[in-house]
Structure formats: C-alpha cells, structure tokens
C-alpha cells in the first residue's frame, strides 16, 4: 500500500539521518482539533463543523504565487451517481455527488480521462466523485512551521515560513455512511514529446499533478451527520431545559381545558 510504503521510506530517512523529527512537507492538510488515525495516516475531524487548513512551505518547485487546488471526495470510493446529502465547503453548499465529477484528480479540462500516470495515486480513496476547488495562498498568512503528523490537532502559534489558507467546513447534512477526504496540490499541463518515451501515450493538454501534500499529510471528515442537528443524524436528544418548557405547556393546556369544562 502506497502509505505503508511511505511510512517505510520516511522511517528509512529518521534511521540514516538520526533527526528526532519527520522533515516538513511541501504541502500538508490539516484540520484544527484533528486526530491523527495511524492506520490511515490521515488528520480527521472530531465534529462535523471544523476548519481545514492548507499549509505551504515553498520549496520544490512550488511557489507562493502558484494556483493551488483541495479535491474534496466522496470516501469510501462511490463507483455511481447517488443523492448523499451536501456538506458546505467556505460557505458554498455541494451536493452529493451531483455537484462532483468521477475520477482521479486534478480534473481535466481539454479530455475526459478517469485516470492517467500524471494524476493523483488512488492512495485507497480513487477513482471516486470529487470536487476541486481552487485557491492561492496569501502571503500575509503566516503560520510557525510544523508537521501535521506530528501535532494534527494544530496548535496555532505565530510564526513565519509556513503559509496557509482556511477553509470552512461542515457535513451535517451529508450521508451518516460516508466522509469527506481532502487532498491537496498544484497542477502542470502535461508536455508532449514525439521523440520522449512517451510520445505514444501522452495526450497533448492533460493535466497532471506538479505537486501534492503526501499522503500521510492529507485529512478527513468524520461520518456525515445524515441531516440532524445533533451530528450523528434524526434531529438531536432535547435538551433539558427544552424538556422542561414542554412540560410546562401541557400542562397549562391541561389546567385551561378543566377550566372550559367548570364553566
């Protein structure tokens, strides 16, 4: 599995190099108050309204001023169209999965391509419906660097060298079977060589990743809240004070009843 084989690659480099720390990602997802899950080695959310955050450190090849893209996907992976509630993404309501396209990011836009070497791996989350949604990093957002693996709940503290984008999000009213998967990168439109070894296969226009948060750094929602206001779906437990005023209104019903009937 491709996580494992990072894992593997990552533990590799602490044993050669001795670091007490895992080197900070290009590019991170993370999610304020997040748990880490060790068996996915994704950041997930511990409520169905949280913020997302994007990390940047320039380096790489990836630069400030680049076009940045999060794919917000349907997990587990849905192989047809299907009506599983909507979440909001900063302030915008997408439905599931009319609102999404089928596929592997980045989304294309010269061919129709489920998949191809340039896109995203499937990492366990693709080919599934997805929304991309794109952005650029401001330069007066600053975070102090850090590594989401290491503090996923992401204890802000002032700083600078680390940029960021913050996003609102919640999926009260998404399906109570399934999340939302968040992974992010940059793109490049694939170049076309007649006399490379891919002159064959390569599609003049494609868009392929450039690059992307690890996949040990990417994030997730909890299960959807399937339309209830109290997060785990149907409409909540009242509270007691709630309880309390109901009581107090039947029973004055009660009292203005035997009244009329005195009468």
Request: proline share 5%; hydrophobic share 40%.
């Amino acid at each position: 599995m491709l996580k494992s084989a990072g894992k593997l690659v990552f533990a590799s480099a602490f044993a050669l190099s001795g670091a007490a720390v895992m080197a900070i990602p290009t590019l991170q997802v993370g999610i304020a108050g997040a748990t880490y899950d060790d068996s996915t080695q994704t950041s997930v959310a511990t409520s169905n309204s949280f913020m997302l955050y994007a990390f940047l450190t320039p380096g790489n090849g990836a630069l400030l001023a680049d076009t940045y893209y999060i794919a917000a996907a349907v997990a587990p992976r849905v192989p047809s169209p299907a009506s599983l509630g909507s979440f909001t993404f900063a302030g915008t309501t997408i439905n599931v999965t009319s609102d999404m396209v089928y596929g592997t990011p980045p989304l294309e836009t010269v061919v129709t391509q489920l998949s191809d070497p340039g896109d995203l791996s499937g990492h366990g989350i693709y080919e599934t419906y997805f929304k991309q949604i794109e952005f650029k990093f401001d330069s007066t957002k600053q975070y102090k660097p850090l590594n989401v693996q290491d503090s996923p709940a992401l204890p802000f503290e002032t700083g600078t060298g680390m940029y960021y984008a913050a996003f609102e999000v919640n999926v009260i009213n998404l399906s109570q079977d399934y999340a939302i998967h968040f992974d992010l990168y940059n793109s490049t439109v694939a170049a076309c060589s007649t006399n490379g070894n891919n002159g064959n296969s390569c599609v003049s226009g494609d868009i392929d990743v450039n690059d992307f948060a690890p996949f040990s750094h990417d994030a997730e929602s909890g299960k959807g809240g399937g339309g209830g206001g109290g997060g785990g779906g149907g409409g909540g437990i009242p509270e007691p004070g709630s309880i309390a005023l109901v009581g107090l209104g039947l029973l004055a019903a009660a009292l203005t009843k035997r009244r009329r009937r005195s009468n």
